[in-house]
């Protein structure tokens, strides 16, 4: 029994990824199970890990986030076994992410990281990705760790607005000879 239970958080899992275009992280998935009060966090994670080392999923840490996809190994699992996962499932899955798309979306769209280039010296890497295209990705090298960490939270409100003057800035002709904006 504990067998088929475990087979079945997986294809959950499966059939979330499938359902979105975008990477989820361990923090969404496992809010939703969760949330429906599925299964408990050990589980999720060993689950988790479990559908990694099968290469149903892959991953990707950013800034001590891991973001999760489906590979195409899974992609296959989930349509040979997909039956599995009850309408009811299904539908609780597919209701969280209608209700909840906007914010999901929002949340993976903005990574954000740093590391030490070299001592004393930081590099922040800002992105705003759209489905599989990036929109921006931007460099900054910093003068501390204070200062990337000050990035690293500002971005995830500021990056909007930052993209939008970077656009009018660099589209624009300049307004006056010094090239100032």
């Given at each position: 029994m504990q067998n088929d239970t475990m087979t079945l958080y997986k294809l959950m899992i499966l059939y979330f990824l499938d359902q979105v275009d975008y990477p989820l992280t361990n923090a969404q998935i496992s809010g939703f199970l969760l949330e429906q009060e599925y299964?408990?966090?050990?589980?999720?994670?060993?689950?988790?890990?479990?559908?990694?080392?099968?290469?149903?999923?892959?991953?990707?840490?950013?800034?001590?986030?891991?973001?999760?996809?489906?590979?195409?190994?899974?992609?296959?699992?989930l349509l040979f076994f997909g039956d599995k996962i009850s309408d009811a499932i299904k539908e609780d899955i597919l209701h969280f992410l209608r209700e909840n798309?906007?914010?999901l979306r929002a949340e993976v769209s903005t990574p954000v990281d740093y590391y030490e280039q070299k001592k004393g010296e930081f590099i922040v890497r800002c992105r705003i990705l759209e489905r599989d295209s990036k929109l921006l990705d931007l460099s900054l090298a910093v003068p501390s760790e204070e200062a990337a960490i000050q990035i690293c939270n500002s971005w995830p409100k500021q990056n909007q607005d930052?993209?939008?003057?970077?656009?009018?800035?660099?589209?624009?002709?300049?307004?006056?000879?010094?090239?100032?904006?």
């Open positions: 299964t408990n966090y050990f589980t999720i994670q060993q689950v988790i890990s479990d559908l990694l080392d099968a290469e149903l999923i892959q991953s990707e840490t950013i800034r001590n986030s891991s973001y999760f996809r489906i590979t195409e190994e899974g992609k296959n699992t798309q906007h914010k930052i993209y939008a003057k970077l656009l009018k800035w660099l589209v624009k002709a300049p307004s006056d000879p010094s090239g100032k904006p």
